[in-house]
């Protein structure tokens, strides 16, 4: 159906994906969080650290590529491309079309 796999909801700060809770970290829910709410928009790694983790966190790509890379784990095999790499920029989300 057009029901996104992925599911977050912001106010109870809990995430799903085909109704499987994701155990998350604050910051990697934030990260996923964010990603959601701007599908297919591409965001470069320096946008994603002002934006998630704030406050003038002084923090490299490789943290943002570290948390990506533990979303992609816990969103599993199937949803993990859900997050992709887009070369020499950052990352973006794209919803799983209905298969």
Known sequence: GADPLVRVDAVQRTAEVDGRALDLTYLEFELLAHL???????????????????????G?????????????????????????????????YTPPTGR
């Not at 297919?40 to 320096?46: A, L, P, W």
């Open 36 to 58: 959601v709410r701007h599908p297919h928009r591409v965001h470069t790694r320096d946008q994603l650290v002002s934006t998630v983790w704030g406050y003038g966190h002084v």
């Open 60 to 92: 490299d790509g490789r943290t943002v590529d570290v948390h990506v890379a533990r979303l992609r784990r816990k969103l599993g095999t199937q949803h993990r491309l859900a997050i992709q790499t887009v070369r020499r920029v950052g990352y973006k």
